[in-house]
T-cell receptor
Framework: KAGVTQTPRYLIKTRGQQVTLSCSPI?????VSWYQQTPGQGLQFLFE???????NKGNFPGRFSGRQFSNSRSEMNVSTLELGDSALYLC????????????FGQGTRLTVV | KNEVEQSPQNLTAQEGEFITINCSYS?????LHWLQQHPGGGIVSLFM???GKKKHGRLIATINIQEKHSSLHITASHPRDSAVYIC???????????FGTGTSLTVIP
C-alpha cells in the first residue's frame, strides 16, 4: 500500500507570505501528527489530528495551524512567514492516536527568504 | 529534560566497521522508531520496534523495554550509510513522538 505522502517536497517562500503543506496518510489511518525540524531545535511536535479533531498541540505560535479532512488528509498552514520558519516539516500517520503502527512521510523542506 | 537521549552525537568510522548507536528513553512507549536522514534530504523510517530485535540487510535494531534502551547496529559499514540517525519514541500516554537529537555518522572509504 502507498506510504505517507507529503507535498510539496520542497518549497521556497518569501517572508510575510503564508504556506500550506499537505500530508496524505496511509489508507485507513485516522491520526496525523506534524513535526518541525530545525538545525538548532531538532524535531519538535506541532500538533496531532484524529478524526478531524485536533487532540494535542505543541508549543508553537498561533501562526501555525492545521486541519484534517474527512478522508484523513491533513494540511498545516503557516501565516506571516519568518526566516526562522525555514525547516523540514514532517508528518506521521497511524491508525489510532497511540502511534503504535505509525509511519513517517519524507517531509517538506520549506525555505523562507 | 530530554525524554530521549542518543549517543554518540557524532561518529566517524572506517568502511567495513561495525557501528552501534544507542538510544535511551524515560517515558512509557508504545513503539520506538529508528529514522535515517541524509544531508538535505527527507526522513526515511528504518525500523519500528515494540519488542525484541529486527534485521534488514546490514541493519539490526534491538530494544529492551525493561531497561528503556534501544540500539541500532550497522554491520560492514559503507560510505552510503553516512547520514543522521534519529531515535523516535511513540508515547503510550499521549499521541505524539519524542525524538532524540540524532547521531551524525560519517563512514570513510
Amino acid at each position: 500500500k502507498a506510504g505517507v505522502t507529503q507535498t510539496p517536497r520542497y518549497l521556497i517562500k518569501t517572508r510575510g507570505q503564508q504556506v500550506t503543506l499537505s500530508c496524505s496518510p496511509i489508507s485507513g489511518h485516522r491520526s496525523v501528527s506534524w513535526y518541525q525540524q530545525t538545525p538548532g531545535q531538532g524535531l519538535q511536535f506541532l500538533f496531532e489530528y484524529f478524526s478531524e479533531t485536533q487532540r494535542n498541540k505543541g508549543n508553537f505560535p498561533g501562526r501555525f495551524s492545521g486541519r484534517q479532512f474527512s478522508n484523513s488528509r491533513s494540511e498545516m498552514n503557516v501565516s506571516t512567514l519568518e526566516l526562522g520558519d525555514s525547516a523540514l516539516y514532517l508528518c506521521a500517520s497511524s491508525f489510532t492516536h497511540k502511534n503504535t503502527e505509525a509511519f513517517f512521510g519524507q517531509g517538506t523542506r520549506l525555505t523562507v527568504v | 529534560k530530554n525524554e530521549v537521549e542518543q549517543s554518540p552525537q557524532n561518529l566517524t568510522a572506517q568502511e567495513g566497521e561495525f557501528i552501534t548507536i544507542n538510544c535511551s528513553y524515560s517515558v512509557g512507549i508504545s513503539a520506538l522508531h529508528w529514522l535515517q536522514q541524509h544531508p538535505g534530504g527527507g526522513i526515511v523510517s528504518l525500523f519500528m520496534l515494540s519488542s525484541g530485535k529486527k534485521k534488514h540487510g546490514r541493519l539490526i535494531a534491538t530494544i529492551n523495554i525493561q531497561e528503556k534502551h534501544s540500539s541500532l547496529h550497522i554491520t560492514a559499514s559503507h560510505p552510503r550509510d553516512s547520514a543522521v540517525y534519529i531515535c523516535a519514541v511513540a508515547s503510550n500516554t499521549g499521541n505524539q513522538f519524542y525524538f532524540g537529537t540524532g547521531t551524525s555518522l560519517t563512514v570513510i572509504p
